[in-house]
């Protein structure tokens, strides 16, 4: 013992407290003793079913939901072919002529146009979609369940584990919604024609400028005897332009909370499942009993259609066009304000904190600050997840940067939501100098596919497959797609360059039974009109709980919202 501890005494160890420790240590050995093989495999085993039972749920759930968004959105599209696309074409008419959309339909400036709203109202896919697409699966479950004669709770809804003797019945129906196709936007059967669309366009433009409109006493140049087939051709080709650029978007990049609850936070043990009973239970048997269906009655292995006026008929809504006017939970989204403003204004807020972020970002990036750029990119794109221009301009400034994989990376998110041309040709630069030139490749004729007149990605890909390299000419299966018809004219000698491209080759627009006019020709600008909002303020310093009614302030901000109803049409200038 060191000599500044000798004057301390040593206390003998009481024998019968050694005794009484090493009787108690016996007994909590015995106590964490290891289960017998056979009752320890039993468990695991018992848990393995558990969990294959959750994650069959949780994605049979998710495809629904993604079946959902594409469906809904589906009869969003039709609607606005309806509603907005005439006025739409009316503006154009305006501005070109009668035959002017018939000729530039599919122009990259109204595509442009087109891609930026759907790429807003897409957005709204999670709050729109979800508490629907929940409901309606859980309904289809309980159905299952019934017709199996498993019981259900009034009060605590569908018990997960009561499904786990017929989980290869829903292991089936599980690999027949994978086997489908791709959830995308096409038109429901179930819609009609543009009819009343193309009545209302031709109405107005008699009005305007028909041989009887009290608007001008002469009616200007190019509205001759064809005009109502030259406006009627026009409209069919604009909606088919519409319903191309909806289907760049992917269904899978949107709805990205319950997405995650279904995917990273569903919870193996049964515990989500048996919630998601408790919550939708009472709203099943009150819509059963409103609209008259009796209680357990079996219903087919779909559940779709409750809370949606119209479903299947002509006369089905648009969502998309209900107010989003309820009260949205306390968030810090609202900065502050969070639980007395509705859902709508949540979004709208979300916004413009992102808007905001992407401004000083773009500010940045001409500057050169490029780190600084990407700071506030990756901001504007945590605020707002499903608008994948934040992830392209993130892109660009990686590759400013030489940060070839984040490059690449911020590409394939963004791409996961909207094929862009942008997306597809910014990746290919950052897989080109990470010495993936195949994929590389495949990009620049993925970009081309979309427009084959680029001349940026051309030149890319030129400079990738040069014409003494010809062992690099076998083309990728996708690049022999079909291409999406296009109006504008394709750089240089085009057929020669996509024989050696191996590219193909650009569709010839169909022949229109009216002549091409000067004014067809035309250019035109499509812009939307910046939009005020008033902006809550948080003073400094305080919580959302020490607010006082004199502290909720706002200041009124202007941005970019593209919609389908402010917007301006006029002739391109230079």
């Not at 400036?109 to 896919?125: C, G, W, Y």
């Not at 648009?318 to 949205?328: A, T, V």
């Not at 690099?472 to 394709?490: F, I, V």
Request: proline share 5%; hydrophobic share 35%; charged share 30%.
């Amino acid at each position: 013992m060191p000599a500044k501890y000798s004057h301390v005494k040593k206390r003998t160890t009481n024998p019968k407290k050694k005794a009484a420790a090493t009787i108690q240590s016996g007994k909590d050995s015995n106590r964490h003793k290891k289960l017998p093989n056979h009752l320890d495999k039993t468990i695991t085993n018992a848990m393995s079913a558990v969990s294959q039972l959750e994650r069959a749920i949780a994605k049979i759930f998710l495809i629904r939901f993604e079946q959902d968004i594409a469906r809904l959105f589906s009869t969003h599209i039709f609607c606005v072919a309806l509603i907005h696309l005439p006025t739409f074409m009316m503006r154009c008419i305006t501005v070109g002529g009668p035959s002017w959309v018939a000729y530039n339909a599919d122009c990259e400036e109204i595509k442009d146009f087109f891609r930026s709203v759907v790429s807003m109202d897409l957005r709204q896919a999670g709050e729109r979609v979800s508490t629907k697409s929940v409901l309606w699966s859980y309904t289809a479950l309980r159905e299952f369940a019934l017709s199996n004669n498993v019981p259900v709770c009034r009060k605590r809804g569908l018990h997960s584990l009561r499904l786990l003797p017929h989980y290869d019945s829903l292991k089936v129906h599980m690999d027949s919604l994978e086997a489908m196709p791709h959830a995308a936007f096409t038109k429901p059967p179930h819609l009609g024609a543009l009819t009343e669309g193309l009545e209302a366009l031709e109405e107005a433009c008699e009005l305007k400028y028909g041989e009887k409109s009290p608007l001008r006493s002469t009616p200007p140049p190019g509205w001759d005897h064809q005009w109502r087939i030259k406006v009627r051709m026009g409209y069919e080709r604009l909606s088919q332009t519409l319903w191309r650029v909806a289907r760049e978007f992917d269904v899978s990049g949107y709805g990205c909370v319950l997405r995650e609850k279904l995917t990273t936070k569903w919870c193996d043990c049964g515990c989500s499942t048996d919630h998601l009973g408790e919550v939708c239970e009472k709203t099943v048997r009150e819509d059963e009993e409103g609209s008259g269906v009796r209680s357990g009655k079996q219903r087919e292995w779909d559940g779709r259609g409750s809370g949606v006026l119209g479903w299947e008929t002509e006369e089905e809504e648009d969502i998309w066009d209900i107010d989003l006017d309820f009260g949205g939970s306390d968030s810090e989204e609202g900065d502050g304000f969070g639980s007395e403003m509705t859902i709508a204004q949540m979004m709208e807020i979300r916004f413009i904190k992102a808007e905001r972020e992407k401004e000083f970002g773009n500010a940045a990036f001409r500057r050169g600050e490029y780190q600084r750029a990407v700071k506030h990119y990756k901001a504007a794109h945590s605020i707002e997840p499903e608008l994948p221009h934040y992830q392209l301009n993130l892109a660009a400034a990686h590759l400013k940067l030489s940060d070839w994989l984040e490059a690449e990376e911020a590409c394939t998110k963004a791409l996961g939501q909207h094929r862009s041309i942008k997306g597809y040709y910014r990746r290919s630069k950052a897989r080109r100098m990470l010495g993936k030139l195949d994929d590389a490749v495949q990009d620049l004729r993925a970009a081309l596919k979309i427009q084959p007149s680029n001349n940026e990605a051309l030149d890319e890909l030129l400079s990738i497959l040069p014409p003494d390299d010809p062992s690099r000419l076998a083309p990728s299966s996708s690049s022999l797609a079909t291409s999406s018809s296009s109006t504008s004219p394709a750089p240089r000698n085009a057929g020669s360059l996509y024989d050696h491209l191996h590219l193909p080759k650009l569709k010839q627009p169909k022949q229109l039974p009216f002549a091409r006019s000067s004014h067809d020709d035309r250019k035109i600008k499509v812009s939307s009109i910046p939009v005020s909002y008033e902006v809550p303020l948080m003073p400094a310093g305080k919580t959302s709980t020490e607010l006082k009614p004199n502290d909720h302030r706002s200041r009124t901000e202007s941005f970019i919202f593209p919609s389908w109803e402010k917007y301006t049409v006029r002739l391109a200038t230079g």
